[in-house]
């Protein structure tokens, strides 16, 4: 068994595993560690696949900036908080498995015809398409064929941190004024009673 | 490299399945957003090992977009959700019934 097998093999069902153990937690905050598990086994996947630049842009941007969003919007939201297993359609659980597995049996049916079980990587790839190291190759076609895209994401970026902004600004002011001129009136309304 | 490319993208299936399942099962919006990256990752998977099998490098560079894509999404999405909570004090998108006649 090669190494690259090996690999495989032994982070092969750690990822999936963690995905569908993700699916069980009540937790929100044992999901996102269990979503971090699956996102360093997959920058694992890009390492044997000879995508080393993307490797370290997974564990830095995924494993590290995305995650760590979620986690903090979840201390912000409450960790306590348990989901409700209730659900309001009875089917629906059962379905939604049922359709997945029809899913996953039509893509396996697809990659079957379209790829090949057998089908190995292109012969040589660290020497043609990879030719200088992964980073120089890759930054060659990204900024000689895709420049404009590339140019088009950092405008996408800066409209998605400004309404990041706009979505989540609280009017602080008005909320407080309210406050102050509602408590007073609450406060003092039964003691005369009483 | 040893290890057939179709392995690769059965694990990609796989993951993508794993995360349309959890979008339609579970009710917490938090879990439900990580789905969906589970499933942005799946075909992220699919990308890079497609970019083995022809030698060619432009799907890791289409997997590069898609995670600047995701970032963007994820920064918006929990802005929503933060912005729910603060409305309805709650996660749970049975309690979003708002638009629903």
């Known amino acids: ?194 | 490299m040893k290890t057939p490319i179709a392995y690769f993208l059965i694990v990609s299936a796989a993951l993508f399945t794993i995360g349309t399942i959890g979008v339609m099962v579970r009710r917490n919006a938090l879990v439900m957003f990580m789905s969906i990256e589970l499933q942005l990752n799946g075909v992220n998977l699919a990308l890079v090992a497609f970019s083995r099998m022809h030698g060619d490098l432009t799907g890791q560079v289409i997997t590069f977009f898609s995670l600047v894509v995701a970032a963007a999404e994820v920064v918006v999405g929990l802005a929503i959700i933060v912005n729910v909570f603060r409305r309805r004090r709650s996660t749970n998108v049975d309690d979003l019934s708002l638009l629903k006649w």
């Open chain 1, 1 to 194: 068994m090669s190494p690259d097998q090996l690999v495989f093999w032994v982070f092969a069902p750690i990822s999936i595993g963690s995905a569908i153990a993700m699916l069980f937690q009540r937790n929100a905050v044992h999901a996102a560690l269990l979503l971090i598990v699956n996102f360093l086994t997959l920058a694992v996947f890009y390492l044997v696949l000879d995508a080393s630049f993307l490797f370290a842009v997974q564990v830095i941007v995924y494993a590290g900036a995305i995650m760590v969003l979620f986690l903090f919007v979840i201390m912000l939201l409450g960790v306590d908080r348990n989901e409700a297993l209730a659900e309001r359609l009875r089917w629906q659980r059962p379905a939604a498995v049922l359709l997945g597995l029809g899913v996953m049996a039509e893509l396996t049916f697809a990659i079957r015809a379209g790829v090949g079980f057998a089908t190995k990587g292109a012969e040589a790839f660290a020497t043609t398409a990879n030719e200088g190291g992964n980073t120089l190759a890759l930054s060659k076609v990204l900024f000689r064929d895709y420049f404009f895209p590339f140019e088009a994401t950092s405008v996408l970026l800066i409209v998605a941190a400004i309404a990041a902004m706009v979505i989540a600004h609280r009017q602080r002011r008005a909320i407080t004024r309210a406050e102050q001129t509602a408590t007073p009136v609450a406060e003092a309304e039964p003691e005369p009673v009483s």
